[in-house]
């Protein structure tokens, strides 16, 4: 199995893979509007960064196949996988000394002296830290989380970070009211299965996210302590930076282009202060591609496990959900259903739209029509459909803050489209098909 990302890119590199990149790269857009060719679903290896002796990849998770072919799965077993990953995690396992901390460096810390920080679109405030899986623990030291937080670079030791998770905000203001700094550690250089685990929801399931990773891995990752906070890091990262997120300090972070391709808004936000650079010999130094592919698809995965588990509660001949590339992983979802009876399409609407507040549009459809074929999707929304019988509109619901027509209003409003033909009429639902070699392959 391969927990280091220096033995998946040689896997890789086996069949050809991954685009090399050998001109010299600026960080400062050029490197951005190459990735974005590959829309985060093609591995780049970049040699030359200007300025820089470090190659840079990108590009390593955003393609489903080759995500689960990371975890040496099926496409189809992502989402399964990863419920059975949180229902029986594998515990990390802590050793002494690990890769990561071949070098350390803890004096005159200058973070953009060692590894490039991209500017990724042209109104960005600044140079930003994307890919870096944050550590941190509860205050009393029983549980640690993991997530990616973007922080923009403020120069020398010192950068701001993004908070919109109400978990992690709770437990920065735990230690503001102390007056006592949060010790966090960021890790970059891991491989898609890290960043998946990741996007799990903490106050849903309750796991510790490095511990869910291994067992996407099917084996303990090992983590080390770390040199200068009292946390743990997985030892095979390429870099880590460890520090302390500041109390009641605060600087202006954003505008920032965001998931969606809008950009957010400027607000203040906490100040994180380097104590510590650790890295391999020879680091990979690693960013993604900011509302690409391999941001979207990992975080539509961890919700699809989510919308799988709720819906099947009250409508339990669902069969596949997807949450669609073009509603960027969060927005829109596609469910197949082996629909028993009347209202169950209607039903399933409701469960997905109770599993997740960000969910906007739904369609279910029946278990011929394959979900993650788009045009396959919109012939049975024009076949199946009568917007008077088969469109329901909840109105002023919750949704997503990141969402520019949910900021404007303050609420959401919910689609759900039934795009399930009636049980009564299945016959005049039939699809055409052709004989190929003696064997029926379905049409239109």
Known sequence: ???DIRSLLAHWEKSGRIEHVREEVDPEYELAAIVRRGRGKKPYYFHKIKGYRVPMVSGLGGDRGMLAESMDIGVRDLVPKLIDAIVTPIPTRRVDRGPVQENVVTDRIVLDELF???????????????????????????????????????????????????????????????????????????????????????????????????????????????????????????????????????????????????????TPQPIVELSAITFRNDPIWQTIYPSGFEEHTPMAIAREAVLLSTVRQVVPDVLDVHLTPGGIGRYHAVISI?????????????????????????????????????????????????????????????????????????VSAKMGIDATYPTSAAEAYRRTSVVVNGVPERGA
Request: aromatic letters at 8%; one cysteine or more.
């Open 338 to 410: 082996d629909k028993q009876s009347e209202g169950d399409a209607k039903q399933a609407c409701l469960a997905a739209f109770a599993s997740d507040k960000d969910l906007k549009h739904v369609v279910v459809v029946d278990k011929d029509v394959n979900i993650f074929d788009a045009e396959d999707v919109e012939w049975a929304i024009a076949t199946r459909v009568q917007a008077d019988l088969d469109v329901f509109i909840v109105p002023g619901a919750k949704g997503s803050p990141l969402e520019p027509s949910h900021q404007l209003r303050g």
């Open 116 to 266: 490039p920080i991209c500017k990724y679109h042209k109104d960005d405030s600044g140079r930003y830290l994307v890919s870096g899986v944050l550590v941190v623990k509860q205050k009393d030291g029983s549980k640690r989380y993991t997530s990616i937080r973007r922080m923009q670079y403020l120069g020398g030791n010192r950068a701001s970070i993004l908070i919109s998770s109400p978990e992690l905000f709770r437990q920065y203001k735990e230690y503001e009211q102390e007056n006592a700094p949060m010790e966090v550690a960021i890790m970059f250089g891991v491989v898609p299965a890290v960043i998946l685990a990741s996007q799990i929801s903490t106050h849903l399931y309750h796991r510790d996210k490095l511990d869910v990773a291994g067992a996407l891995l099917g084996q303990s990752l090992e983590v080390v302590p770390c040199r200068t906070v009292d946390l743990e890091v997985l030892s095979e990262a390429e870099v880590v930076l460890e520090g302390r997120m500041l109390p009641h300090v605060r600087e202006q972070e954003g505008p920032f282009g965001e998931l969606g391709g809008y950009y957010g808004d400027r």
């Open 1 to 3: 199995m391969m927990t």
